[in-house]
């Protein structure tokens, strides 16, 4: 199948008749996902996103974590979807190499009230199917965890709690949708949808776009998208989660991601290693009426650095790496709005918030079956090309410490990126790959390149010359 | 996982002034195989990227640039018979003095007698430094921002602001210029100094960064001044400049103790480190000093490096630390010993957090005076200043940490 994806000129379809059967808004997590089950069968789907690249706004930052969902609403969408998103992404990820670290989350009581808390959270862990968790005492806690700070009285122990890579996940999805003959369209915004008889004619920022069934897995702008088809559902309020990202050789003061016991304020800001062997403080939790507003604040670093030296004091003492801001989907809602239109063909996918990387390939798969009740026919379906993305993780073999990889090609022997040991080999990788970055910013995403402690005081200019070089 | 398993008498990690320095002095001095093993695809270090004049000014009338002296260090550590690899990096420890390294030509573990770490220093990036807002492109080091002009000539910008005021920063606007960006400001939180020099710079001083704005590409830079006055500079680059740090990953990993002012292993007069046979030598002991300093440090350890092959060499641990009351930020070297050895120059360097006009510096131990020393000059924060080492004999071997005070 031939590898289509376009950045300019008009976003055409494939078909004889030029109309898609399928268009998914929005190529995050959650639109690669889709576009990838889709690909499972023989439709013309179109992926389309308003940025230069996959996974560039919500899902980039998060705080890549794979949930069991033990704290969710119990019975809700995003109770089931989280779970069996859960499994799905667990096994996929062996398959395709996204790397993903079972470190376990520790839920950790700091005073009388909360730890008074934990039994009831076990129990709601228990009604969502997770039956894994358990109480352990403070000095079971300090064993684990010994570099937390005084005053921890016990913990909720959550074994199947994980980290994984957030840039890799999408990538793969979206690899994978493309070479199985998805169209993906960059930089292309969808401005307005209009009803024509049995198909939707999207005018994008790049020309006209026909489909006949849609799917708005817009995140941020789901709700627009939404309006554009007459619902007045939801409204999305950007809820701004700043994180900081502190150096590896902080690595070793936190084996598990440290949640706080949940308030009415929300979740809270946790402690959690990452799969490139950093550690991240945060997120903050603001409400804000921005879409854009993906900035760092003076504020919030300060409470964040305040948070972090009460939960693992030495933590503050280490270099930071980098800072950086994500906006969740909020709907004012405790759940997802996947919604079904029947006789509009289209189904709805808003308010998937901080879940929605763990629940991305069950959400998919929930998608398509609403859109086989609205009507469209996906046929038999069909294996997928398999698929393997770059191993970016830390606790796997890395292509520097490979040996046979080196034997064959020096370019792997070869380091650009001192401090993530980013080599040419795999740079050069990247940038002919299936979705090939178009900023250095991607690049970043798809090799760490750059995004080391020094943010290129040794290797930006070479990382530069490369990606320039591969544009010409 | 099939590693290239090597012997030689002497690693050298890092091939800036301070390892290429030393390659060549223990080379010449009969040391045995001298194996330096750098990084970057060229050796050097940062001179390689530092188009000024003002290097090598001992042996050159007038100096040279910095990529003259990278090569003319490369070539005499070279000629004096050190091994020099360039394009291997070293990638963590297998032993106490065997080192995994990578490069095009395969995995290797070595093993040496002696290892003298070499790493260096690099500038502080905005994230590290906590600076809030957007993350657009346009933001440099300066390292960044020379390798990038001066290495491949690239296009950097229009309209540029340079945080800092040490000289890096005047490095930082003279790359600027060469690659004709027109230069803002150069800010600075620090006060205007009464005395200072009129210079040919837009210098804004007591005003801190507050953040950067700006989504595809930088658009500004907001400053928050000293009577609270707010600002935004418009511009499309900044330069972060100064706040050196040194690169002590290899160090920290070895479990090598660091010494908290400097952020750099622990140290005495002779280099040792806490691990016994591994020392440190340049900026990754003090981040940072001119290359010439480096190099001296780099020849001086030669002679430590000498008495370990030979077994000749004191056993470490018997020295005290040296400690620094605020504002001071840091001694180097901050252990005493071997014996009654004395730092190179017979003197320590001192950093401070703050100005301080002409301080008297007093050093101390378990409450009993051993020097007092007035400055002549004021002490500046981002440059060193220096105290004698005539006290080190008085030190008493057993006593608490010595203590050094500004008052």
Redesign the interface.
């Known amino acids: 199948m031939t590898v289509t994806i376009t950045t300019a000129g008009e976003p055409a379809a494939g078909g004889a008749d030029g109309t898609y059967d399928v268009t998914v808004v929005g190529a995050g997590v959650v639109g690669t996902a889709i576009a990838r089950e889709l690909a499972g069968y023989r439709l013309r789907t179109a992926l389309v996103d308003a940025s230069d690249d996959i996974g560039s706004g919500t899902s980039k930052a998060n705080t890549a974590i794979l949930h069991t969902g033990f704290d969710a609403v119990p019975d809700s969408l995003e109770a089931r979807l989280v779970r069996e998103g859960h499994h799905r992404l667990t096994a996929y990820a062996a398959r395709t190499g996204i790397p993903v670290e079972r470190v376990g989350a520790l839920l950790v009581a700091w005073d009388a009230d909360q730890l008074a808390l934990l039994p009831r959270l076990l129990a709601k862990a228990g009604r969502n199917g997770y039956h894994a968790a358990r109480i352990i005492g403070a000095d079971e806690l300090e064993k684990r965890e010994p570099h937390l700070g005084p005053g921890a009285l016990g913990a909720l122990e959550v074994p199947d709690e994980s980290i994984i890579c957030p840039w890799t996940t999408p990538l793969a999805f979206a690899t994978q949708a493309v070479r199985a003959g998805v169209h993906l369209h960059l930089n292309c915004r969808v401005l307005d949808v209009a009803d024509e008889p049995g198909v939707h004619a999207l005018t994008t920022s790049r020309g006209m776009l026909r489909t006949r069934y849609l799917v708005n897995a817009a995140g941020l702008y789901a709700d627009e998208i939404d309006r554009l088809l007459g619902h007045e559902v939801f409204t999305v309020t950007p809820r701004r989660g700043q994180l900081i ?1 502190f150096d590896k ?1 902080a690595r070793e003061l936190v084996g598990h991601i440290l949640l706080p016991v949940p308030t009415a304020a929300g979740k809270g800001v946790l402690v959690a290693p990452t799969v490139f062997g950093n550690v991240l403080l945060g997120p903050t939790s603001e409400e804000l009426d921005d879409r ?1 507003a ?5 504020d ?2 300060h409470l964040l650095r305040e948070r972090g030296r009460r939960i693992l004091p030495a933590l503050i003492d280490e ?6 801001a994500g906006l969740r989907a909020a709907t004012g809602q405790e759940d997802y709005r996947i919604q079904e239109y029947p006789t509009q063909r289209y189904v709805a996918v808003g308010g998937i918030r901080s879940t929605g990387l763990t629940a991305s390939m069950a959400i998919a798969a929930h998608v398509t079956g609403l859109l086989a009740r609205t009507g469209l026919e996906l046929g038999a379906p069909r294996r997928l090309p398999p698929v393997t993305v770059p191993n970016l993780g830390e606790a796997f073999p890395r292509p ?4 046979d990889l ?2 064959k090609d ?2 792997y ?3 650009v990126c ?1 401090c993530e ?1 980013v080599t040419l080999g795999e740079i050069r990788d990247a940038l002919s790959s299936t979705v090939p970055p178009r ?3 991607g690049l970043r995403r798809r090799t760490r390149a750059h995004g080391g ?6 290797c ?3 990382v ?2 490369l990606f ?1 070089e591969a544009q010409e | 996982m099939t590693r290239i398993e090597r012997t030689v008498d002497v690693l050298i990690v890092g091939a800036g002034p301070a390892g290429l320095a030393a390659g060549a002095e223990l080379a010449a001095a009969g040391a045995g195989r001298i194996e330096i093993l750098e990084r970057e695809q060229e050796p050097g270090g940062i001179p390689r990227h530092c188009h000024h004049s003002g290097f090598g000014g001992r042996f050159t009338r007038g100096g040279m640039d910095g990529p003259a002296y990278a090569r003319r260090s490369a070539a005499a550590a070279v000629r004096a018979g050190a091994g020099l690899r360039t394009g291997v990096t070293v990638t963590g420890w297998a032993g106490p003095r065997t080192v995994e390294t990578t490069g095009p030509g395969g995995l290797e573990r070595i093993t040496a007698g002696a290892v003298v770490l070499a790493t260096g220093a690099r500038e502080r990036p905005r994230s590290a430094r906590l600076v809030p807002g957007s993350r657009p492109p346009g933001v440099h080091t300066t390292g960044e921002l020379q390798q990038a002009v001066h290495l491949y000539g690239q296009r950097i910008g229009t309209r540029a602001v340079v945080i800092g005021d040490e000289p890096v920063a005047h490095a930082a606007v003279d790359t600027l210029r060469a690659a004709g960006v027109h230069v803002v400001a150069v800010v600075t939180d620090r006060p205007a100094a009464p005395l200072r020099v009129r210079q040919r710079l837009p210098l804004l001083t007591g005003a801190t960064v507050t953040g950067l704005t700006g989504r595809t590409r930088l658009s500004g830079v907001s400053l928050r001044h000293d009577d609270g006055r707010t600002t935004t500079l418009r511009c499309d680059t900044v330069v972060f400049t100064g706040d050196f740090v040194p690169d002590h990953e290899l160090a920290r990993r070895g479990g090598i103790t660091l010494d908290p002012g400097t952020r750099g292993p622990a140290y005495d007069a002779a280099y040792r480190t806490s691990r016994p046979g591994v020392f440190a030598v340049g900026n990754l002991l003090h981040a940072v000093e001119r290359a010439g300093v480096a190099a001296d440090e780099g020849r001086a350890v030669a002679v430590s490096v000498l008495h370990r092959l030979s077994g000749t060499d004191e056993p470490f641990g018997g020295g005290r630390p040296l400690v620094v009351d605020a504002p001071l930020r840091w001694v180097a070297p901050n252990l005493t010993g071997p014996g009654g050895a004395r730092p190179l120059g017979d003197r320590f360097v001192l950093r401070t957090a703050r100005r301080l006009s002409r301080p008297l510096l007093v050093v101390s131990q378990d409450g009993r005076e051993l020097h007092r020393q007035r400055l002549l000059l004021p002490a500046v924060p981002g440059r060193p200043f220096h105290l004698a080492a005539g006290w080190l004999d008085r030190v008493d071997p057993h006593g608490s940490p010595v203590r050094i005070t500004a008052l």
């Open positions: 990202v050789l854009t993906t900035g760092s604040t003076a919030g670093l270099e930071v790496t980098a800072v950086y520097y410490r490979r040996a080196i034997a020096p370019a022997g070869t380091l001192h040991h900023s250095l910013d402690r020094c943010q290129g005081f040794y930006g200019a070479a530069r010359a320039e």
